[in-house]
RNA sequence: GCGGGCGUGGCGAAAUUGGCAGACGCACUAGACUUAGGAUCUAGCGCCUCACGGCAUGUGGGUUCGAGUCCCUCCGCCCGCACCA
């Protein structure tokens, strides 16, 4: 007989269905003593495309499978599931297309995959099989929405909790009921009300936000569907769109999903995408104070108290305690002319009250008349030179709402009557405006986030981004029309726009300026667009000597860069900006002299001690956007009663999708749903405050495809469960995934959303782990190979690649399955488009070789290799082999059909091993096996006779070749090196082969080592060597070193590092021994050239080096 | 720009703790068996050299008796994030 692996392919596959031999076997009760330890091997189910599969997908699956029928061998109930996502995009743009329906579409591409994950004999236990579109699946999909829906996340307890801890939190007023309503009790609250003070909390929230829309999916996505601006999915541009919107509250767990990552075995680089995804920052939120501006924008209306609070305390808050110290100091040491200036303004003697060193702002003025808001100064010589401190003093004083007027200390002291004169003048002038009459009053601040705040004293302006709502409020008269149509401008250029302008510098000044918290000093504020208003506050301190975004904006406008951080080393600040959180704190009062790190804490303390803000951690992480304007995925399951949104009743899960007559948006641009009749919801009688009889609108937008691949693992565990999404017991036994294999593209979409579901059931109390997979291997891509033909010109003739050079040529991709080993076949090409039919060829060497490029597998580069293809040429064993043989799992690699042959003859050569022996077609076995010759090599023909093995005992060699074998694998497989594996089968084969071995003893554990990887020819070789049950438990062999153990060794002697020669010497000589054989051989003497070795290393068992 | 990974023959790659670099396979070359070979078998196959021998793991340096492996410098490639304050 030979080898005809179509037929024992065939054969084994349904004997293992047929059989079940792969169900995985939930114990009960779990805790049953004597059950088997569990693992999960799970892959990343596959959306099924039309496109069907490629020889990339399978990589994945079947390194897991060879994992997973290792741990059945080694006695674990494996629990090896899979199924289909089958929610999705492609199948609904289809149906808008053809108008026929998604689930048919999807039905069919289903049974497709089926078929070809059944070709490759994975070992899955189909009767666990769950498809995401299933009423039955998503049923507990909307019910672990609406369990969402109904809790909050509590800060307190860093735990989600149902709402109703929330309720009696605001019942017993412990907590405030936020914004708008601020002034009201929960007992005060309406229906309505209350329903929106509880979706500000609930983790499945709707809200009123900006969105990435897309108009050409003609629907929103989350943060992860969208890449460089365009749609992961199709690439179509997206825009951002303020709509209301169903979101996860995702960032409620940003931190719990930061932080988990330490206790999980992920790639580093998955963790870090994470990491970076989330994007936590420490800082401070800090507030700049406004100077109002002179020209009134908003008038006032405040309050007596407000008045009189401006009237008097003047100064500001953080710096008051300071402020009154220098201020009574002052008062005891006046300077000369301020006595004589004292003694004439004093008790009201001018008409007016009148103050000394009074604290305003940050300042102590000389004088002041607080009722008519003048400011008296007399000048010490110092102010000579110092003019641009008087400037900075008189603009912070006016924007208090001062004014100012200035005399010499020879002035007052030698014309003292023309100073009270003049003095007497302003007082009858009239006063200036308060500034809460003119300006913003209190709330005048701009909030900003920084994690410099080090840097504090760099500061020298201030940016908004163009979306904030300050800017309108602060431009000043002159600066509005130019801060007008910066923002218009701006808003017409598409977030993509603003991207692919990187370098682009642009913004505008408001006119505005604030006040710097620590020096007083005014600080231009302007609004450009590389600020984002979705991050922090959505402004930001300027530092442009230390960031380099401030820095190209300073250059860009000619803003001053201050440098307050001294860098270790040399740097050149005309040409860029330090930013490094390294060197010495320079120009910069308090933190002077003090390292980067420490400054940061040193900053934050003394913004904090002020009151000036507070410490902050920021997330870049965005709440998940939930709701899809689209057909296929799963119904909300919320309805609208006046308006109010409400979960439907568990007891009325699933809400099924509907039938709609188009795919499309209503005319109105409501969703597909609202196409369907009646799409409405008629509450139970029994729940509470719903009329008798009536139904409500339901909700129209869909669940996003994440949401059915956020819980899936779990169903996996109790697939068939009609009361619960997975039952306790289940969960209890098989606990998390083991082994997770999939693609790394989900970094931060399905793995991060898996997670957070996890967290939040975890939390609920309904799964006792808090994180989906122990551990996960990302599969690396398989790219595709594309090949090329060269046709000149205006011609239908084709040259061969190397002889391209000498003509005019079109280069164009061309069917990688009718070129082999780069050798195009001339008939198939003839025959693959009608215009080639006539195509004639320039050839080299007889053949036309095709050029040949490393790309993406794709339909339109003609370059898919599909693996059913390859399972008719040479079984799905030789692709599996050859698919872990291709390199290490996690690396990404071309395909290269070309050297399939090797792990196709290794196959053929295992099976020979279990067959009567002979050399080329001489020695045939006697009798009537003659070598089968076939002009087909599908069928090609194998030189072996019957099968045959011997119940002799095997030879030391034998056992030996084995035992490494044995050795070699295991470690393998539990290090996912399945390519290295591979090699170790061909190596004993080979050795094997050459011993002419034929033990059965020897050939029973060869065909168990084989059979996690070639299950097929293993199972059959099983049955040839007289076993009637499956390889699939029949135990994973035992190494044993005695069989490895060596009399000898063939010590490498090394003369200076160099290898000379072997010298073979007993295993059981010591060092010293050892040493004295080597130095007595004439051949190692050799290598001395006379001269006596300096120093000998030996190390028993591995090497001898002599340093000569 | 930041973060992660990587760099070894013509090609895919191996070297698990610092110990004979290139296992295993593809391709290639020669031979055997053959009506035939895209089957099978035997041998060869990093580079330079007739050879002795020398040089080789992106570059340059260091540690070490010994470095693909550890440390530093630079160069190149891949992936992810990208105005995140």
Redesign the pocket.
């Known amino acids: 007989m030979e080898y005809n692996f179509k037929e024992i392919e065939k054969k084994w596959q349904q004997y293992w269905a047929k059989n079940k031999t792969f169900v995985a076997v939930n114990p009960s009760p779990p805790e049953k003593a004597g059950v088997r330890p569990k693992f999960y091997v799970l892959d990343m189910f596959p959306y099924p495309s039309g496109a069907g599969l490629h020889v990339g997908h399978p990589l994945g699956y079947i390194a897991s499978d060879i994992y997973a029928r290792y741990k059945r061998l080694k006695g674990f109930n494996v629990l090896h599931p899979m199924g289909f996502d089958a929610f999705g995009l492609p199948a609904e743009q289809y149906a808008i297309q053809t108008g026929q329906h998604p689930a048919i579409t999807t039905e069919q591409n289903i049974s497709r995959y089926r078929e070809q994950l059944d070709n490759l004999g994975l070992s899955f236990d189909w009767d666990r099989e769950v498809r995401t579109s299933d009423p039955a699946y998503y049923k507990w999909t909307q019910w672990i929405f609406l369990k969402l829906f109904n809790s909050w996340y509590n800060e307190e307890t860093g735990k989600t909790e149902p709402l109703n801890t929330l309720e009696e939190k605001f019942k017993s007023q412990k907590l405030k009921v936020k914004s708008e309503t601020a002034n009201k009790n929960w007992s005060d609250l309406n229906e309505k009300e209350r329903s929106d003070v509880l979706m500000d909390y609930r983790l499945a929230y709707l809200s009123e936000a900006y969105v990435n829309w897309c108009p050409a999916l003609g629907t929103v996505l989350a943060n992860d569907e969208v890449?460089d601006g365009v749609s992961e999915r199709g690439g179509y541009p997206v825009e951002k769109k303020k709509m209301k919107q169903w979101s996860m509250r995702i960032t409620a767990f940003a931190d719990r999903l930061l932080n988990d990552l330490e206790g999980i075995d992920w790639s580093?680089?998955i963790k870090?995408?994470q990491r970076?995804?989330i994007?936590k920052?420490v800082?401070v939120e800090l507030k700049f104070r406004l100077i109002p501006s002179p020209s009134p924008m908003k008038k006032g209306t405040n309050s007596v108290s407000a008045h009189e609070k401006y009237k008097y305390e003047t100064a500001e808050k953080s710096f008051w305690p300071l402020l009154k110290l220098y201020s009574k100091e002052n008062r005891k040491n006046l300077t000369d002319a301020e006595k004589i200036i004292w003694e004439a303004v004093r008790d009201s003697k001018l008409g007016y009250k009148i103050r000394r060193q009074h604290p305003i702002n940050i300042f102590i003025a000389d004088f002041v008349c607080l009722d008519k808001r003048l400011v008296i100064e007399i000048d010490g010589d110092i102010h000579d030179h110092q003019k641009e401190y008087d400037e900075e003093r008189t603009l912070l004083l006016n924007g208090e709402g001062f004014s100012i007027i200035r005399f010499t200390n020879n002035e007052a002291i030698n014309h003292t009557e023309e100073v009270i004169q003049k003095i007497r003048n302003e007082l009858s002038a009239g006063a200036s405006p308060f500034p809460s009459e003119t300006g913003l009053g209190d709330e005048a601040c701009i909030d900003i986030?920084?994690?410099?705040p080090d840097t504090i004293f760099g500061v020298s302006y201030m940016t908004l981004?163009p979306e904030h709502e300050l800017v309108d409020k602060i431009t000043t008269d002159s600066q509005r029309a130019a801060v007008q149509n910066y923002i218009l401008e701006t808003k017409n250029r598409s977030d993509r726009e603003?991207?692919a302008?990187?370098k682009?510098i642009s913004g505008v000044f408001t006119g505005a300026y604030a006040i710097h918290p620590f020096t007083g000093k005014q600080i231009p504020v302007w609004v450009g667009?590389?600020?984002?208003a979705g991050?922090?506050t959505?402004a930001?301190m300027a530092v442009p000597a230390h960031?380099s975004?401030d820095y190209a904006f300073a250059t860009h406008f000619n803003l001053p860069k201050p440098q307050v951080i001294q860098p270790k080393t040399e740097w050149d600040f005309s040409t860029s900006s330090y930013d490094e959180k390294e060197g010495t704190c320079i120009n910069s009062d308090f933190l002077n002299g003090l390292h980067v790190k420490d400054a940061i804490k040193k900053a934050i303390d003394e913004i904090e001690k002020r009151g000036l803000g507070t410490r902050q951690i920021?997330y870049?992480l965005r709440d998940a956007v939930f709701g899809r304007q689209r057909y296929w995925g799963e119904p909300i399951p919320i309805y609208y009663e006046n308006g109010i949104p409400k979960a439907v009743d568990e007891k009325d899960l699933p809400v099924i999708l509907p039938e709609v007559d188009k795919y499309l948006p209503t005319e109105d641009g409501e969703p597909p749903l609202a196409r369907a009749n009646n799409w409405k919801y008629r509450p139970h009688p029994q729940t509470p405050s719903k009329e008798e009889g009536s139904s409500f609108p339901l909700e129209t937008t869909t669940m996003p495809g994440w949401a059915g691949s956020s819980w899936y693992y779990l169903r996996y565990m109790d697939a068939h469960n009609e009361k619960e999404f997975v039952s306790k017991d289940a969960v209890q036994y098989w606990q998390d995934v083991d082994l997770y294999i999939g693609g790394?593209e989900h970094?931060?979409g399905h793995l991060l959303y898996v997670r957070f579901w996890t967290k939040a059931l975890y939390d609920l109390g309904l799964i006792p782990v808090i994180e989906p997979a122990k551990k996960l291997i990302n599969q690396g891509m398989i790219q595709g190979r594309s090949n090329f033909v060269y046709r000149i010109k205006d011609t239908n003739k084709f040259v061969s690649k190397n002889l391209k050079a000498n003509y005019d040529t079109n280069t164009s991709n061309v069917d990688v399955n009718i070129v082999e080993?780069d050798v195009l076949d001339l008939d198939k090409f003839r025959q693959w488009r009608e215009e080639n039919a006539n195509a004639e060829f320039i050839l080299e060497d007889g053949k036309y070789i095709c050029g040949a490029e490393v790309e993406k597998m794709s339909k339109s580069k003609w370059n898919v290799v599909n693996p059913d293809d390859m399972i008719e040429k040479y079984g799905a064993d030789c692709l599996r082999l050859y698919e872990m043989?291709?390199?290490?799992l996690e690396?990404?690699?071309p395909w290269?059909t070309?050297?399939i042959?090797?792990t196709s003859?290794?196959i053929?050569?295992l099976w020979r091993l279990y067959h009567q022996k002979h050399?080329?077609?001489?020695q045939l076995a006697v009798g009537n096996e003659q070598p089968i010759?076939s002009e087909d090599?599908n069928q090609?023909?194998?030189?072996f006779s019957k099968f045959h093995v011997s119940d002799e005992a095997p030879s030391k060699k034998e056992l030996k070749s084995l035992h490494k074998l044995i050795k070699?694998v295991t470690?393998?497989i539990e290090r996912f090196?399945f390519?290295?594996s591979v090699?170790n089968f061909?190596?004993c084969v080979?050795e094997l082969t050459d011993l002419k071995c034929d033990k059965r003893a020897i050939l029973d554990t060869l065909a168990i080592l084989v059979s996690p990887y070639a299950p097929h020819v293993a199972e059959e070789l099983w049955n040839l060597l007289g076993h009637s049950e499956s390889v699939t438990y029949a135990g994973w062999p035992e190494f044993k070193e005695e069989f490895l153990a060596e009399d000898s060794f063939?010590y490498?002697i090394?003369i200076?590092?160099k290898?000379k020669l072997?010298l073979e010497i007993s295993l059981a000589l010591n060092k010293d021994e050892i040493e004295k054989e080597v130095m007595s051989s004439e051949e190692v003497k050799k290598f001395f050239h006379g001269q006596l070795p300096k120093?000998v290393?030996v190390?028993p068992g591995?090497?001898v080096?002599i340093?000569v």
Not at 529 to 532: E, F, G, M, P, T
Not at 919 to 922: A, D, I, L, R, W
Not at 940 to 943: G, K, M, Q, V
């Open positions: 890449k580093e680089s870090e995408q970076n995804w994007g920052s800082g986030f920084t994690t410099r981004a603003r991207m302008e990187v682009r667009d590389y600020v984002l991050y922090g959505g930001v960031d975004r920021n870049r790394s970094a931060t080993d043989f291709l390199g290490p690396l990404s690699k290269n070309n050297g042959s090797g003859n290794f053929r050569k050399v080329g077609n001489k010759r090599i090609a023909p194998l030189h070699k470690d393998d090196s390519n290295t090699s061909m190596i080979n063939a490498p090394s200076n590092g290898t072997n120093k290393i190390v591995r090497i080096n340093v």
